[in-house]
């Protein structure tokens, strides 16, 4: 477990090249901002010993002495703000320290934090689109988001603090080493009891941690599937219900919280009392000590100053190693995803012909543990023809696309898929999927204008190419009615428009894309008969050479295909014409006589 926390800290790490620099003037801006705090007590004790009780004193006299040099000790005792000057010159150089150590570590921090966004979110991009079903997508935007954002809170603060903390632990302690042993063996005493206590909350603390995340992520998924539904939530009156299931969630997260402030909160009360015993410790001994001539009077406001100093650092220790257990789950959350394996083409891809045969030959596929979606399925799809794919629920029908365009990986040993003769695990996935237009059942429209949304795929369409596919797609009347026209925004998910005219935007778009293969996954079935028939008379006048396949409930959707495939359950169950289909009485008729007396009880 610690070798896996280490390494994806040292994999976070590697994202903060060419912004280390920053890091290490950060750690030399604050070494002297410590080494100024350090001098100022030492200024003060050398003042109260050497110059006003007239005792030698080791540190630092060199440099006083050349400034008493002008006019003596008896001359330094008249001119005391020469200490004070010092003092705030000092303090001058520790306030311009402390100004260059921030923005050298906002820089590192912003710069890495950077890095690592862009590299999360086109690492994503890139992941297969199995990962993306399987992954829920509140729970990837909450690790691209807030643990990223752990991960900048900790590295614009805690780096820096941890690297201040040591050093104002082990200095203080070095200087007390020499100025009086017994005394610092007693502040010692103490660090080993603030160590122990924190390493064991720092254990309890990651695992609440944790907890507390993944309650974040489930929060994350209810509140982006309530708004991606909201039309459902609505139609079916289930605002009750959600707010009952966010309420559920949310109570969870909340009372997780309030658990981890309790286990701060002892943490935080068992620090103060330690550190205030440690201090309380050294005013009773060092008075004493003093008192007896053990010490000078001077050492001992060094000793309670410095002391302070520790006590602080000391009490922070916790908070530092709470902080770090937070970043190390946000860490590792972050990085499950970055160490998932992008989609990647064989060293010997090619770029095949896609305006050829294609063949599916002895498929057979199954997602996971469950039983095959398609069974041992064989048939060719002549190029320039329109192929049209006909089956119930769960027949298999757009496993058939996804494998096409490679969505899903056709495993070796399961058959294979063919265009022009080349099989398509040969063929470079980009070049595949550009060459092969798409319009889904459930189309996805992005938040700005018609025209950017068809103009997606070919940016460089001209005005009048768009309005040629709208109007193929039988949707450029209904695009001009809006005030705005092309330039109406449709709004997140394409809300603002009826299922029917989302489709046909979403079929605009794959038509600008002039690819040589064409799939329609049932896109037509938001759209009425009328509508219809209009699209696929337009396509077929316009469609040119390419191939087009169909995939639709609505055998009057198919009936004009060259070829029709039968699907049932995972296997090819008929294949032919639409009259060779209606001659066979198999089950496409039984689906064409139920479609057309449904039709003519309707009517």
């Given at each position: 477990?610690e070798?896996?926390?280490?390494s994806?800290?040292?994999?976070?790490y590697?994202?903060?090249k060419?912004?280390?620099?920053?890091?290490?003037?950060?750690?030399?801006?604050?070494?002297?901002?410590?080494?100024t705090?350090?001098?100022?007590?030492?200024?003060?004790?050398?003042?109260?010993d050497?110059?006003?009780?007239?005792?030698?004193?080791?540190?630092?006299?060199?440099?006083?002495?050349?400034?008493?040099?002008?006019?003596?000790?008896?001359?330094?005792?008249?001119?005391?703000?020469i200490?004070?000057?010092?003092?705030?010159?000092?303090?001058?150089?520790?306030?311009l320290?402390?100004y260059?150590?921030?923005?050298?570590?906002?820089?590192?921090?912003?710069?890495?934090?950077?890095?690592i966004?862009?590299?999360?979110?086109?690492?994503?991009?890139?992941?297969?689109?199995?990962w993306?079903?399987?992954?829920?997508?509140?729970?990837?935007?909450?690790?691209a988001?807030?643990?990223v954002?752990?991960?900048r809170?900790?590295?614009?603060?805690?780096?820096?603090?941890?690297?201040?903390?040591?050093m104002?632990?082990?200095?203080?302690?070095?200087?007390l080493?020499?100025?009086?042993?017994?005394m610092?063996?007693?502040?010692?005493?103490?660090?080993?009891?603030?160590?122990?206590?924190?390493?064991?909350?720092y254990?309890?603390?990651?695992?609440?941690?944790?907890?507390?995340?993944?309650?974040?992520?489930?929060?994350?998924?209810?509140?982006?599937?309530?708004?991606?539904?909201?039309?459902?939530?609505?139609?079916?009156?289930?605002?009750?219900?959600?707010?009952?299931?966010?309420s559920?969630k949310?109570l969870?997260?909340?009372?997780?919280?309030?658990?981890?402030?309790?286990q701060?909160?002892?943490?935080?009360?068992?620090?103060?009392?330690?550190?205030?015993?440690?201090?309380?410790?050294?005013?009773?001994?060092?008075?004493?000590?003093?008192?007896?001539g053990?010490?000078?009077?001077?050492?001992?406001?060094?000793?309670?100053?410095?002391?302070?100093?520790?006590?602080?650092p000391?009490?922070?220790?916790?908070?530092?190693?709470?902080?770090l257990?937070?970043?190390?789950v946000?860490?590792?959350?972050?990085?499950?995803?970055?160490?998932?394996?992008?989609?990647?083409?064989?060293p010997?891809?090619?770029?095949?012909d896609?305006?050829?045969?294609?063949?599916?030959k002895?498929?057979?596929?199954?997602?996971?543990?469950?039983?095959?979606?398609?069974?041992?399925?064989?048939?060719?799809?002549?190029a320039?023809?329109?192929?049209?794919v006909?089956?119930?629920?769960?027949?298999?029908?757009?496993?058939?696309?996804?494998?096409l365009?490679?969505?899903?990986?056709?495993p070796?040993?399961?058959?294979?898929?063919?265009?022009?003769?080349?099989?398509?695990?040969?063929?470079?996935?980009?070049y595949?999927?550009?060459?092969?237009?798409?319009?889904?059942?459930?189309?996805?429209?992005?938040?700005r204008?018609?025209?950017?949304?068809?103009?997606?795929?070919?940016?460089?369409?001209?005005?009048?190419?768009?309005?040629?596919?709208?109007?193929?797609?039988?949707?450029?009347?209904?695009?001009?009615?809006?005030?705005k026209?092309?330039?109406?925004?449709?709004?997140?998910?394409?809300?603002?428009?009826?299922?029917g005219?989302?489709?046909?935007?979403?079929?605009?778009?794959?038509?600008l894309?002039?690819?040589p293969?064409?799939?329609?996954?049932?896109?037509?079935?938001?759209?009425?008969?009328?509508?219809?028939?209009?699209?696929?008379?337009?396509?077929?006048?316009?469609?040119?050479?390419?191939?087009?396949?169909?995939?639709?409930?609505?055998?009057t959707?198919l009936?004009?295909?060259?070829?029709?495939?039968?699907?049932?359950?995972?296997?090819?169950?008929?294949?032919?014409?639409?009259?060779?289909?209606?001659?066979?009485?198999?089950?496409?008729?039984?689906?064409?006589?139920?479609q057309?007396?449904?039709?003519?009880?309707?009517?």
């Amino acid at each position: 477990m610690e070798n896996k926390e280490n390494s994806n800290l040292k994999m976070i790490y590697g994202y903060s090249k060419g912004y280390r620099k920053f890091m290490f003037s950060s750690a030399a801006a604050t070494v002297v901002r410590v080494g100024t705090g350090f001098i100022t007590p030492l200024v003060i004790s050398f003042t109260v010993d050497s110059v006003i009780d007239d005792l030698p004193y080791r540190f630092f006299a060199p440099i006083m002495n050349l400034i008493a040099m002008a006019g003596g000790r008896e001359g330094l005792r008249q001119n005391l703000w020469i200490c004070a000057v010092f003092v705030l010159s000092l303090a001058l150089i520790t306030s311009l320290s402390d100004y260059a150590g921030r923005i050298s570590i906002a820089k590192f921090a912003e710069g890495t934090v950077k890095t690592i966004r862009n590299s999360i979110f086109g690492h994503i991009q890139n992941l297969p689109y199995s990962w993306h079903i399987k992954n829920q997508t509140g729970e990837i935007i909450q690790r691209a988001t807030s643990d990223v954002e752990v991960l900048r809170n900790f590295i614009s603060t805690q780096v820096s603090e941890m690297f201040r903390t040591s050093m104002l632990v082990s200095v203080p302690l070095f200087i007390l080493f020499s100025m009086n042993f017994k005394m610092t063996m007693v502040v010692l005493a103490f660090v080993p009891v603030v160590v122990l206590y924190s390493s064991i909350f720092y254990g309890i603390l990651s695992r609440k941690f944790q907890d507390a995340d993944e309650a974040e992520g489930e929060l994350f998924t209810a509140t982006q599937e309530n708004l991606t539904g909201v039309r459902v939530v609505r139609a079916f009156g289930r605002e009750k219900y959600e707010i009952e299931k966010f309420s559920e969630k949310n109570l969870r997260f909340s009372n997780l919280w309030v658990k981890l402030g309790y286990q701060l909160g002892y943490y935080w009360g068992i620090g103060d009392l330690v550190t205030g015993l440690m201090v309380a410790t050294i005013v009773v001994i060092g008075s004493m000590a003093a008192v007896n001539g053990e010490i000078t009077l001077g050492n001992f406001l060094v000793f309670v100053s410095y002391t302070s100093m520790i006590a602080w650092p000391l009490r922070s220790f916790g908070r530092i190693l709470g902080e770090l257990s937070k970043t190390k789950v946000s860490a590792q959350r972050i990085c499950e995803i970055l160490r998932e394996s992008e989609e990647s083409d064989s060293p010997d891809s090619v770029e095949a012909d896609m305006n050829a045969d294609i063949e599916y030959k002895n498929v057979t596929f199954r997602y996971d543990e469950g039983g095959p979606v398609l069974d041992d399925v064989s048939f060719i799809i002549k190029a320039g023809t329109t192929f049209a794919v006909l089956g119930g629920t769960g027949s298999g029908k757009t496993t058939l696309l996804h494998l096409l365009n490679r969505l899903y990986d056709l495993p070796e040993g399961c058959g294979t898929i063919s265009i022009g003769g080349v099989d398509i695990r040969k063929i470079k996935r980009e070049y595949l999927r550009k060459n092969i237009g798409m319009v889904m059942q459930e189309p996805f429209l992005f938040s700005r204008s018609i025209h950017d949304n068809i103009t997606i795929a070919n940016s460089d369409a001209s005005m009048e190419e768009v309005k040629e596919a709208a109007n193929i797609a039988q949707v450029d009347d209904a695009i001009e009615e809006f005030s705005k026209g092309y330039d109406t925004i449709v709004g997140e998910r394409g809300i603002t428009l009826s299922g029917g005219q989302k489709q046909r935007v979403a079929i605009a778009r794959m038509l600008l894309q002039k690819t040589p293969i064409m799939i329609f996954d049932d896109s037509l079935s938001a759209v009425d008969s009328e509508t219809d028939a209009k699209i696929r008379e337009a396509l077929k006048k316009s469609k040119r050479s390419s191939t087009v396949i169909l995939i639709s409930h609505r055998i009057t959707t198919l009936m004009q295909a060259d070829a029709i495939l039968v699907l049932d359950k995972g296997k090819i169950a008929d294949m032919g014409t639409h009259e060779e289909l209606i001659n066979r009485n198999g089950i496409y008729r039984d689906i064409y006589d139920v479609q057309m007396n449904l039709s003519e009880d309707i009517g």
